[in-house]
């Protein structure tokens, strides 16, 4: 069964840092480039960032673009996302996304193989 599942959501203050993991199960993980999707309350899924097999190539929404950084651990099967100087725009669910080849700039869940089931951030004071 493949799986993807995501951890270390959680409420923040706005300025604060936090690290997201996306545990990947029942599929060669190295073999895929991986994203993260967010979705705020009310509003649409967004784009955050996308990393190659290897991690080696990393692209990022202009809106987080500096203060996030996407990275993976092919040994351990798992994705992060280190989240500092978050904001309040930042509060939102967030998904890991898997795609065979190359890396995607797409916020829509149908392009992925594989999605997430989402941790939720919070960042407020």
């Known amino acids: 069964e493949v799986q993807l599942v995501e951890s270390g959501g959680g409420l923040v203050q706005p300025g604060g840092s936090l690290r997201l993991s996306c545990v990947a199960s029942?599929?060669?993980?190295?073999?895929?480039?991986m994203s993260w999707v967010r979705q705020a309350p009310g509003k649409g899924l967004e784009w955050v960032s996308s990393?190659?097999?290897?991690?080696?190539?990393?692209d990022y929404a202009e809106s987080v673009k500096r203060r996030f950084t996407i990275s993976r651990d092919n040994a351990k099967n798992t994705l992060y996302l280190d989240m500092d100087k978050m904001r309040s725009e930042d509060t939102a669910v967030y998904y890991c996304?898997?795609?065979?080849?190359?890396?995607?700039?797409?916020?829509?869940?149908?392009?992925?193989?594989?999605w997430g089931q989402g941790t939720r951030v919070t960042v407020s004071s």
């Open positions: 996304a898997a795609i065979k080849g190359s890396p995607l700039k797409s916020s829509n869940r149908y392009d992925y193989a594989f």
């Open positions: 990393a190659s097999w290897s991690g080696a190539i990393t």
């Open positions: 029942g599929f060669s993980f190295d073999d895929y480039a």
